[in-house]
């Protein structure tokens, strides 16, 4: 079992940065890639970035430039640094982590306001 944990959401102004961080505990030996997904609001949830266990990052076309992820292995922890944050941003992130089993946090909460 892994239990992930988000935290860092909250209300930016549009332009505005945000870092999310991912904390992660269980059986993490066991997962290859980590990422992050969002929710907006009405919507389905969709891949925003992804990281393997070697480091190669994949991140959605709608944020590339403006995202990145990172994972630090020894602390079981991964975050998403946003930046030029805009009002289309806005949705729910959740931290997903998978392996032989897939694994999602409850999420974390952003809001862009215009």
């Given at each position: 079992?892994?239990?992930?944990?988000?935290?860092?959401?909250?209300?930016?102004q549009a332009g505005g940065?945000?870092?999310l961080s991912c904390a992660a505990?269980?059986?993490?030996?066991?997962?290859?890639?980590?990422?992050?997904?969002?929710?907006?609001?009405?919507k389905g949830r969709e891949?925003?970035?992804r990281i393997a266990s070697g480091g190669s990052v994949n991140y959605a076309d709608s944020v590339k430039g403006r995202f990145t992820i990172s994972r630090d292995n020894a602390k079981n922890a991964m975050y998403l640094q946003m930046s030029s944050l805009k009002p289309e941003d806005t949705a729910v992130y959740y931290c997903?982590?998978?392996?032989?089993?897939?694994?999602w946090g409850k999420g974390t909460l952003v809001t862009v306001s215009s």
């Amino acid at each position: 079992q892994v239990q992930l944990v988000e935290s860092g959401g909250g209300l930016v102004q549009a332009g505005g940065s945000l870092r999310l961080s991912c904390a992660a505990s269980g059986s993490m030996f066991s997962i290859n890639v980590m990422g992050w997904y969002r929710q907006p609001p009405g919507k389905g949830r969709e891949l925003v970035a992804r990281i393997a266990s070697g480091g190669s990052v994949n991140y959605a076309d709608s944020v590339k430039g403006r995202f990145t992820i990172s994972r630090d292995n020894a602390k079981n922890a991964m975050y998403l640094q946003m930046s030029s944050l805009k009002p289309e941003d806005t949705a729910v992130y959740y931290c997903i982590a998978i392996g032989p089993m897939t694994y999602w946090g409850k999420g974390t909460l952003v809001t862009v306001s215009s």
